[in-house]
């Protein structure tokens, strides 16, 4: 089935820096989604692309829907002790069910520098 | 506006034991998923539903789950019996289509423990 390669898996942030992470697949997809996961809590969209080459902006995040329909990317700008957490990627699988599910990439993890 | 609602948030119970995980999904969405969170496989789909009926059950990992939605409001997702290998975190997840997509919402998760 479809996979998604999300990158990195972890990296560590100081406060004021700004972090890139993205998401890449085998395949294409209709949608992309970038969700945020606190510890203890699911998983919350912060970001939906529809559309090849959207580029769509929330505060500090940005994401950008790529042209080819098999990546995308996250960017957060300036950021700050509450950005840590767990960011996933998501894309929607139009081929599994009538109306598709998400395929999720495994995850980037934000943590702050000692 | 309420979000998706979920309970128990902690569950544990005994191998064997019939475990029962409810979900409200947000009011008038058409759709509910429900996904099963573990360090080593992620997040994976188990099954979802459109207007009630469920229309992809093959993440279900053995016939020992099943999951109902006998109203647009309610869906139950149940192990039985259970066991230690199914300990996780059970999202349950509701969407509505819209200009052709399906953006999901998820609950909190119930945190599943068996011992």
């Known amino acids: 089935g479809q996979q998604l390669n999300q990158s990195p898996q972890s990296m560590f942030i100081q406060e004021g820096e700004d972090v890139s992470m993205n998401c890449t697949s085998s395949?294409?997809?209709?949608?992309w989604l970038w969700y945020k996961q606190d510890p203890g809590e699911g998983p919350v969209l912060l970001i939906a692309?529809?559309?090849?080459?959207e580029l769509t902006s929330n505060g500090r995040l940005t994401a950008q829907f790529g042209i080819t329909r098999k990546d995308s990317f996250l960017n957060i700008s300036a950021s700050i002790p509450s950005d840590v957490g767990i960011y996933f990627c998501?894309?929607?699988?139009?081929?599994?069910?009538?109306?598709?599910?998400?395929?999720f990439g495994k995850g980037t993890k934000l943590s702050v520098k000692p | 506006d309420a979000g998706v609602i979920q309970s128990p948030r902690h569950e544990v119970t005994e191998m064997g034991q019939e475990v029962t995980l409810r979900c409200k999904p947000i009011?008038?969405?058409?759709?509910l998923f429900w996904y099963r969170q573990t360090m080593m496989r992620g997040l994976e789909l188990l099954i979802y539903?459109?207007?009630?009926?469920?229309?992809?059950d093959s993440g279900m990992p053995e016939d020992r789950f099943s999951a109902k939605m006998p109203n647009a409001s309610f869906s139950t997702l149940k192990i039985q019996p259970s066991e230690p290998r199914d300990s996780a975190v059970y999202f349950c997840?509701?969407?509505?289509?819209?200009?052709?997509?399906?953006?999901?919402?998820f609950g909190p998760g119930t945190r599943l423990t068996v011992l």
């Open positions: 997840a509701s969407s509505k289509r819209d200009r052709g997509s399906n953006t999901q919402y």
């Open positions: 395949s294409i997809f209709n949608t």
């Open positions: 692309l529809y559309k090849a080459g």
């Open positions: 998501a894309g929607l699988d139009y081929q599994r069910g009538s109306q598709g599910n998400l395929i």
């Open positions: 009011s008038g969405h058409d759709y």
């Open positions: 539903f459109n207007n009630n009926v469920p229309i992809d």
